[in-house]
C-alpha cells in the first residue's frame, strides 16, 4: 500500500486538519497514524444515526444493561449500565394511577426509559462530567428532540395524571368545609381548637403536592434529583440562544441546568409556583449554546417508519458500541442495518395516534 494512498493529508507528524462541508465551526483535527497499516486489521468505532420506534429504544437499553448480550446495536460498555433506568409497565401502573393501561405501550416505556437515564446519569461523578458534557452520560443520545417526542408520544396521555391530585385536593377542602361546620362546637376550649387547628393544616399539606413530569421521573430514578444538574465544559458559551427562560443568564455563566428545571420547560408547568411555562427543550438549547449541540439538534425532525403503519420515529445514535476490526467491517455494518429494519417490524397495535404536523411544537 503506498503512502499516498494510506493517507489523504498526511503529515510527518501524522495528523491533519480537514474541514467539513455544511459545517461552519472550523476545522476538525484528525490523528493520523505516522506508518500505513493493514486496513484488514484496523479497529473502527461505530457510531450510528438511524430512525428508531422508541420501542426498540427500551429494547436497546434493556441489553445495554445486561451483563452479556448479543444485540449489534447496544452498548457493551459497563461505565454507562449504572445510570440506565428500565421502566417498565407495573412501574407506570403501580405509582401513577390515573394512566390508562392502554396507554403504557412500548413507546410509552421507551420514551420515560431514555429519559429517566439521562436524568439519573447525573448522580453519577463519573457520567456527569464537565470535560464529557450530557452527550456522554448515556448510550443512547435522542437527535430528535426529548420535547418533539414528549409532545407526539406521551403528552396526551399524562393529563389525567397531572391534574388528579389537584381535583382530589379540591375536594378534600370542600369536605374539609363542610367537616369543620359540623364539628364546630362551642363547648370545646382554646387549645383543643389550636390543636385542631394545627392537624388541619398538616392534613391539608400532605395532600398538595400534585403529579408532575418532575416527580414521575425522580420517582421512576429512585433518585433525588431536586438539586441535581446536567453539565457541560469550560462554563463558556459557544452560541447564544435566542429562547428567554427564568435563570438563563446563571445557566449559561455556570454551564449547569438543573433537572428540575429541563422537566418543568418540557411539561410546560412548574408545579411549585402552579404557572405555566413555555414548553422547550433547555437539554437541547444548553447543549447547542455550550457545545456544536447534538443532543436533539435535529428538533422537531422524525422520519416515516419502515413499517407502513408504524407512523412517525424518532432519529437517535447509538454510540459506545462494539468496535469493529477492518475485515469484517462491511458484514457488520449490514447486519446492524438488519437488526435496525426489524424493529421496524410491526410487533403489536399501537396505541399512540401520531400527528403529521409539528404546529404543537411552534414554542421549540
Same mark, same amino acid.
Given at each position: ?164 391530585? %389537584?381535583? &382530589? =385536593? /379540591? !375536594? #378534600? $377542602?370542600?369536605?374539609? @368545609?363542610?367537616? *369543620?361546620? +359540623?364539628?364546630? %362546637?362551642? &363547648? =370545646? /376550649? !382554646? #387549645? $383543643?381548637?389550636?390543636? @385542631?387547628?394545627? *392537624?388541619? +393544616? ?163
Amino acid at each position: 500500500m503506498s503512502q499516498k494512498a494510506w493517507g489523504p493529508c498526511r503529515t510527518k507528524e501524522g495528523g491533519c486538519k480537514v474541514t467539513v462541508e455544511g459545517f461552519d465551526k472550523g476545522e476538525w483535527e484528525v490523528e493520523w497514524p505516522k506508518e500505513a497499516k493493514d486496513m484488514d486489521m484496523v479497529t473502527y468505532s461505530p457510531q450510528l444515526t438511524l430512525p428508531l420506534p422508541l420501542s426498540a429504544i427500551l429494547d436497546i437499553l434493556k441489553d445495554a444493561k445486561k451483563a452479556t448480550h448479543r444485540n449489534l446495536l447496544a452498548s457493551k460498555g459497563e461505565t454507562k449500565k449504572a445510570a440506565i433506568v428500565i421502566v417498565d409497565k407495573q412501574d407506570i401502573t403501580k405509582n401513577f394511577k390515573e394512566i390508562k393501561p392502554k396507554s403504557i405501550t412500548n413507546d410509552f416505556l421507551g420514551f420515560f426509559s431514555l429519559l429517566t437515564s439521562y436524568c439519573t446519569a447525573t448522580c453519577i461523578p463519573d457520567l456527569n462530567r464537565r470535560d464529557d458534557g450530557p452527550k456522554h452520560s448515556c448510550s443512547i443520545m435522542p437527535r430528535t428532540s426529548f420535547l418533539t417526542q414528549y409532545v407526539f408520544f406521551v403528552e396526551d396521555h399524562l393529563t389525567a395524571q397531572f391534574q388528579a391530585k %389537584d381535583d &382530589k =385536593k /379540591d !375536594d #378534600k $377542602k370542600d369536605d374539609k @368545609k363542610k367537616d *369543620d361546620k +359540623k364539628k364546630d %362546637d362551642k &363547648k =370545646k /376550649d !382554646d #387549645k $383543643k381548637k389550636d390543636d @385542631k387547628t394545627k *392537624d388541619d +393544616k398538616k392534613g391539608e399539606s400532605s395532600t398538595s403536592t400534585s403529579t408532575s413530569l418532575f416527580s414521575m421521573v425522580e420517582k421512576l430514578s429512585g433518585k433525588d434529583l431536586d438539586k441535581k444538574t446536567f453539565k457541560w465544559q469550560n462554563a463558556k458559551v459557544l452560541n447564544q440562544p435566542k429562547e428567554v427562560w427564568e435563570g438563563k443568564k446563571e445557566d449559561l455563566e455556570k454551564g449547569e441546568l438543573s433537572v428540575k428545571k429541563f422537566l418543568n420547560y418540557l411539561q410546560g408547568y412548574d408545579p411549585e409556583t402552579k404557572k405555566k411555562l413555555p414548553q422547550m427543550d433547555l437539554l437541547r438549547i444548553m447543549d447547542a449554546a455550550m457545545r456544536h449541540g447534538q443532543i436533539g439538534a435535529f428538533s422537531v425532525t422524525m422520519e416515516t417508519s419502515l413499517n407502513p403503519n408504524g407512523g412517525l420515529v424518532p432519529l437517535v445514535e447509538l454510540r459506545d458500541l462494539e468496535p469493529i476490526k477492518g475485515k469484517e467491517l462491511g458484514k457488520t455494518l449490514g447486519d446492524m442495518q438488519k437488526v435496525a429494519v426489524n424493529y421496524h417490524k410491526p410487533s403489536g397495535k399501537r396505541s399512540v395516534d401520531v400527528a403529521e404536523d409539528s404546529q404543537l411544537l411552534d414554542e421549540e
